[in-house]
């Protein structure tokens, strides 16, 4: 008796771990993969100037998720700043700019205002409604935790998603038009 109860204990503990395990691994999915369209959006940024997503097609762009209060996402932002600089204003393959749009995942406006600045992030376009993941573009692009990163080419495909900066870079670099 003692041994089919172990038995059953065993076997429940495996199941329980193989649906945390399954949940994870389903729930934790990216809601867009490479190859996919990128979903568009529309939002007013905080110089107050309009964005919409699909008037970027022409351009590569990455779409960053982050927050002023996550460190991985600030050392990001030191590297995002670096290939910024490096790949804005140049000429690729197929397209004609780089740019980044970053989306922070925020409650406090004021310490997003003050990273923006810490980190130099000189780019144009930054958004935050301050609804943390409940902002409708995590809810669109299905956005658990950040950094989140999509790349997405001229004509709006993805091409990487959650790239390390460094990945983002080597793409871009293989696809800047030699003189």
Not at 7 to 12: D, L, M, N, R, V
Not at 75 to 99: C, M, P, R, S, W
Not at 150 to 156: A, P, Q, S, V
Not at 161 to 169: C, K, N, S
Request: glycine share 6%.
């Amino acid at each position: 008796m003692a041994t089919i109860k172990k038995s059953y204990f065993i076997f429940a503990i495996i199941g329980l771990v193989a649906l945390i395990v399954l949940g994870k691994y389903f729930f934790g999915q990216k809601k867009y993969v490479t190859g996919e369209l990128a979903p568009n959006f529309e939002v007013v940024l905080e110089s107050g100037e309009a964005l919409n997503l699909a008037a970027m097609k022409g351009k590569y762009f990455l779409l960053d998720f982050w927050g002023s209060w996550c460190v991985p996402c600030r050392a990001d932002n030191l590297k995002l700043v670096k290939i910024y600089d490096q790949f804005h204003g140049q000429k690729f393959d197929k397209a004609n700019d780089f740019e980044i749009i970053s989306i922070s995942i925020e409650e406090d406006k004021l310490q997003w205002k003050k990273a923006i600045e810490a980190d130099k992030m000189r780019w144009k376009y930054h958004y935050s409604d301050l609804n943390m993941l409940d902002s409708e573009i995590a809810k669109t692009y299905r956005v658990q935790q950040v950094p989140t990163k999509y790349l997405i080419n001229e004509m709006g495909i993805i091409v990487g998603v959650d790239q390390t900066v460094e990945e983002i870079a080597a793409f871009l670099e293989k696809r800047v038009m030699k003189n």
